[in-house]
């Protein structure tokens, strides 16, 4: 080719997120919060926020370890993430932040009743204040007392979906993604491409590499979930986003949007 060179983006995919979740991370740090005594809403959202960055650093660090299939079902985590601060966030927040940061004495309650069968000389009374908090919540593993679905389907209070004209709610990410990423949290059989080989054909050895790699996917879900999960953190705060981070998101997505599509088009033409 003569002439000019086109500019070519030479950092890698897992770099530009890495640099991405780095800011976030010192920027949370940075803010120095001082959440108040009882406030919940303050402790849940920095706790989730944090567990959030993280989670996306562990991701990463398998990306950079070759296990893009590991690395793609520890983003379910990410999206759990989203969806508790984004139902946190939505409304009532303050009582549905000390809904959430009390169960743990649903916990409390399930340990004492597995005690009494496995651990019995190391069981100890609850107290009355557990066993009281602990009775509001009738469902073991439903903080909210409803299913992961019905936090996600939940219409926005605050974003619309100017497509269907109507409260924003997160179908897609629920139906979609969280389905998908589930499958690698899970032993299914969906989630066993890259261990099984032609039968009668191929000698057997671990980890045959022979599907689709979807380490792309991992990194767009750790770019896509910890920046929706940051603006979520920000409206639990009554905080406004920063813009440059919000900007920053926006890019990183479409960016990586377009390398994949370069990528795929790219193994078209070479018949790859």
């Known amino acids: 080719m ?25 920027r949370l ?13 303050y402790m849940v959202a920095l706790a989730l926020y944090s567990k959030c960055i993280t989670v996306a650093e562990a991701t ?3 990306l950079d370890a070759g296990f893009g299939d590991e690395a793609f079902g520890m983003t379910r ?37 597995l005690a009494k069968d496995y651990f019995p000389e190391m069981q100890k009374r609850m107290s009355e204040r557990t066993i009281k908090i602990a009775a509001l919540y ?20 605050v974003d ?53 790699d979807r380490s792309h996917f991992a990194v767009f879900n750790v770019a896509d979930y910890v920046g929706q999960t940051m603006a979520c953190f920000c409206r639990c705060m009554g905080d406004r986003q920063p813009d440059r981070i919000a900007t920053w998101a926006g890019v990183l997505r479409e960016h990586l949007v377009r390398r994949h599509k370069h990528k795929q088009t790219s193994r078209l033409g070479t018949g790859r």
Not at 2 to 26: I, M, N
């Open 77 to 113: 985590t990410l999206i759990d993430i989203f969806f508790t601060l984004r139902y946190l966030a939505n409304k009532d927040t303050d009582e549905r932040s000390k809904l959430y940061y009390q169960f743990a004495s649903k916990d409390v309650e399930g340990w004492h009743a």
């Open 138 to 157: 009738p469902h073991p593993h439903r903080w909210s007392g409803k299913p992961v679905s019905a936090m996600a389907l939940e219409p926005d209070t």
């Open 160 to 212: 619309v979906d100017e497509k269907k004209n109507k409260p924003f709610d997160y179908d897609f990410a629920y139906r979609c993604m969280y389905r998908w990423t589930s499958h690698y949290v899970h032993p299914t059989i969906v989630a066993l491409q890259d261990h099984v080989v032609r039968a009668g054909r191929d000698n057997f050895v671990v980890h045959s590499g022979r599907a689709t």
């Open 2 to 26: 003569t002439g000019p060179k086109s500019r070519q983006c030479l950092r890698s995919e897992v770099e530009h997120v890495r640099k991405f979740v780095a800011y976030a991370k010192a």
């Open 29 to 41: 740090n940075n803010t120095s919060y001082y959440p108040p005594y009882g406030g919940h809403r």
């Open 60 to 62: 990463l660090t398998l």
